[in-house]
Nanobody
Framework: QVQLVESGGGLVQAGDSLRLSCAAS????????MGWFRQAPGKEREFVAA????????NYADSVKGRFTISRDNAKNTVYLQMNSLKPEDTAVYYC????????????????WGQGTQVIVSS
């Protein structure tokens, strides 16, 4: 069982940066692949980024590639999402998720989810 708590969301202007954090409980964090997803109003939840349990392998959605960076600190049981050059279309609730084993990009492939943190980017 893994419990996830996101933080770091807020209201920013276009072009600004934010860093989201996701703190995980449990002593097996380092064996879980982690992902960030987002859901905008009226839209389905979508993949943003994923990182392997070691941090050595990473995937990004095309829409955030070059602007967002996912990282993890296994000693702190925390995964991060650094978001730069934010755009209004990045406005969404951001969720972190965990799954044992290899990283995946599908929403249905993750077993544990946080409650989400709201990011609003004004133009």
């Amino acid at each position: 069982q893994v419990q996830l708590v996101e933080s770091g969301g807020g209201l920013v202007q276009a072009g600004d940066s934010l860093r989201l954090s996701c703190a995980a409980s449990g002593r097996t964090f380092s064996s879980y692949a982690m992902g960030w997803f987002r859901q905008a109003p009226g839209k389905e939840r979508e993949f943003v980024a994923a990182i392997s349990f070691s941090g050595g392998n990473i995937n990004y959605a095309d829409s955030v590639k070059g602007r967002f960076t996912i990282s993890r600190d296994n000693a702190k049981n925390t995964v991060y999402l650094q978001m730069n050059s934010l755009k209004p279309e990045d406005t969404a609730v951001y969720y972190c998720a965990a799954r044992p084993g290899v990283r995946k990009i599908g929403v249905d492939e993750y077993d544990y989810w946080g409650q989400g943190t709201q990011v609003i980017v004004s133009s």
